[in-house]
């Protein structure tokens, strides 16, 4: 990366990474990929029972790796030959897990966390259950306010999770939300395909629990 432009992205990381902080959560940076993993090794405790939220930045950082090393009672919902029952099992196990890792859909400057879920067990372990709940996020992520949050979901999180999921919606199929066609901003506006992904909207601001939720910010553009 060009190192006038790495500047200023870690400017807008540290505004960010401050305005978490005021919002009682802990937040951190780090530079690469590459060290993600480690830090989130110094998060957790060896032996905890960890679970994970839908997210290609967790392949991507290595934390998957990292969870299915021993070290942990991983609660893993990517594991081969799971039924649906299966995986809603773990969804429910995942609520009493130690630690739950996840990624956001956005992040403000004001240090605000946005999430949209589908299923919507990845924002309800977010708000409460697990005893520590880790946020992995790329700078590509960072947004200005809630309004950016919104419209980079309608653009960019869910249609590419669509194509990812394989879910037969109107953004999949356009690449961007029906409601951005209809001229319909609003924050739950949509289509009403069976296979929506957009079905719960969670903003985590001020946290009464100080240091509950972790936020890892790196320095690269990471998932969706």
Do not use: H, W
């Not at 978490?20 to 090794?41: D, F, I, T």
């Amino acid at each position: 990366m060009d190192s006038n432009l790495k500047t200023i992205i870690e400017k807008r990381i540290e505004k960010t990474v401050k305005n978490l902080e005021k919002n009682n959560m802990q937040a951190y940076y780090v530079e690469s990929a590459a060290g993600v993993a480690g830090k989130v090794r110094e998060l957790m405790e060896e032996g905890q029972t960890v679970a994970v939220g839908g997210s290609m930045t967790l392949f991507e950082c290595g934390v998957i790796d990292l969870l299915r090393s021993g070290n942990y009672r991983f609660l893993d919902r990517y594991r081969e030959g799971l039924t649906r029952e299966d995986i809603e099992r773990i969804y429910r196990e995942s609520f009493c897990a130690d630690t739950y890792i996840c990624s956001a859909n956005a992040i403000t400057e004001n240090g605000e966390l946005y999430n949209v879920d589908g299923n919507s067990n990845r924002v309800a372990a977010i708000c409460y259950g697990p005893r520590s709940v880790i946020i992995i996020a790329g700078y590509n992520k960072i947004v200005k306010d809630i309004n950016e949050a919104i419209d980079r979901v309608k653009r960019t999180a869910a249609p590419a999770n669509t194509v990812r999921l394989d879910c037969q919606t109107y953004c999949r199929e356009k690449g961007e939300c029906m409601s951005l066609a209809q001229g319909e901003a609003g924050m739950t506006a949509g289509c009403s395909s069976p296979a929506r992904i957009c079905c719960s909207y969670v903003v985590s601001a001020y946290q009464r629990v100080k240091g509950r939720i972790k936020v890892i910010i790196v320095g690269e553009d990471l998932g969706y």
